[in-house]
């Protein structure tokens, strides 16, 4: 079956602009998470998104946000871009059934980030 | 806070050679993820460790997780250049695989 898919896959902005990433899951999964990747501060969570609903948030300010949509695909959006916002982003999904179950996250190709 | 951390974070290798990964975190957990990203693209999950005692083994990689210690491992034998790429560890304490928390990764470079 078809992987996670991310648009769009490069984007340039400049500082003060804002941008909204796009992540459509597997088929089947319904839970979508999100994560910036910097040489600096590495793999870092965003924040996840469950049946249209937030249940996990990470350390990020509040110009981070996103959605998720009946269908499963989800948005994150980023308000008011800062230089050190330039990254690479990933979206994962995963089918969270109960504990002790082998489920595991599968990534998409991420949106290389340039803010200029 | 959780806290995951990998050594080394380089390792150069000669191609035959064994060497071993580990990756250590703060909180007690019973799921571990080894990720495998090569340059310019995206985590390919490896393994999934689910209990204290778990290893997977996949070809030329073996996989184990120490609960108690806190400590997963990561085993290369007989290294060859296809395994080149940066290894990431990640801890789950969630129990839904939701909300990873990354090691910093161990860029794997093994030379001919």
């Known amino acids: 079956k078809a992987g996670v898919t991310q648009t769009p896959r490069y984007l340039i902005k400049t500082r003060g602009q804002q941008v909204t990433l796009s992540c459509s899951p597997i088929?089947?999964?319904?839970?979508v998470s999100w994560y910036q990747q910097t040489p600096g501060q590495g793999l870092q969570f965003l924040f996840e998104?469950?049946?249209?609903?937030?249940?996990n948030k990470g350390n990020f300010p509040g110009r981070f946000s996103g959605r998720q949509f009946s269908n499963s695909r989800s948005e994150m959006n980023v308000s008011t871009l800062e230089l050190g916002d330039s990254a690479l982003y990933l979206c994962?999904?995963?089918?969270?059934?109960?504990?002790?179950?082998?489920?595991?996250?599968?990534f998409g190709p991420g949106t290389r980030l340039l803010v200029l | 806070e959780l806290k995951v951390e990998q050594n080394p974070l380089f390792l150069s290798m000669q191609e035959g050679k064994n060497y071993t990964i580990y990756c250590n975190y703060s909180t007690t957990s019973d799921r571990l993820y080894w990720y495998r990203q090569d340059p310019g693209k995206s985590l390919e999950s490896l393994f999934v460790?689910?209990?204290?005692?778990a290893v997977k083994q996949e070809g030329r990689l073996m996989a184990s997780l120490d609960t108690k210690a806190r400590l997963s491992t990561l085993h290369i034998t007989a290294a060859v250049h296809d395994l080149s790429a940066t290894y990431f560890c990640a801890v789950d304490l969630t129990g839904t695989a939701s909300k990873l928390t990354f090691g910093t990764g161990t860029r794997l470079q093994v030379t001919l």
């Open positions: 994962a999904s995963s089918w969270p059934r109960s504990k002790g179950a082998g489920e595991t996250q599968y």
């Open positions: 998104y469950f049946s249209e609903t937030q249940r």
């Open positions: 460790l689910l209990s204290n005692g």
């Open positions: 088929s089947g999964h319904r839970s």
